[in-house]
Nanobody, 119 residues
Framework: QVQLVESGGGLVQPGGSLRLSCAAS????????MGWYRQAPGKERDLLAT???????NYADSVKGRFTISRDNAKSTVYLQMNSLKPEDTAVYYC?????????????WGQGTQVTVSS
């Protein structure tokens, strides 16, 4: 019922910045929490940051102070500003939404976008 399209990944040097975007489209009543996860090769998918419809945010310790999550409710879009990137930030990044369709709530995932931090 919801489609998530991510953009903004790529190759960046250590210390650099990237901004990821994820736009939700399709049929849904509302979106509550939006967030970002990442998965490095051979590792589990880890939660990085979440933001509620009211703007409350939470971050994993590994990205706190370097990454900033934000959202534009009018555009149903969530962003992840990533600064001071490190090689260990290399992973596939996935956006996530918790949305309502009819009377039920569902989880939605993006297709993933690769972020590579390397010199």
């Amino acid at each position: 019922q919801v489609q998530l399209v991510e953009s903004g990944g790529g190759l960046v040097q250590p210390g650099g910045s990237l901004r990821l975007s994820c736009a939700a489209s399709g049929i849904f009543s509302s979106i509550n929490t939006m967030g970002w996860y990442r998965q490095a090769p051979g590792k589990e998918r880890d939660l990085l940051a979440t933001i509620t419809s009211g703007g409350n945010t939470n971050y994993a310790d590994s990205v706190k102070g370097r990454f900033t999550i934000s959202r534009d409710n009018a555009k149903s879009t969530v962003y992840l500003q990533m600064n001071s990137l490190k090689p260990e930030d290399t992973a596939v990044y996935y956006c996530y939404v918790y949305y309502r369709y009819t009377t039920w709530w569902y989880n939605g995932w993006g297709q993933g976008t690769q972020v590579t931090v390397s010199s």
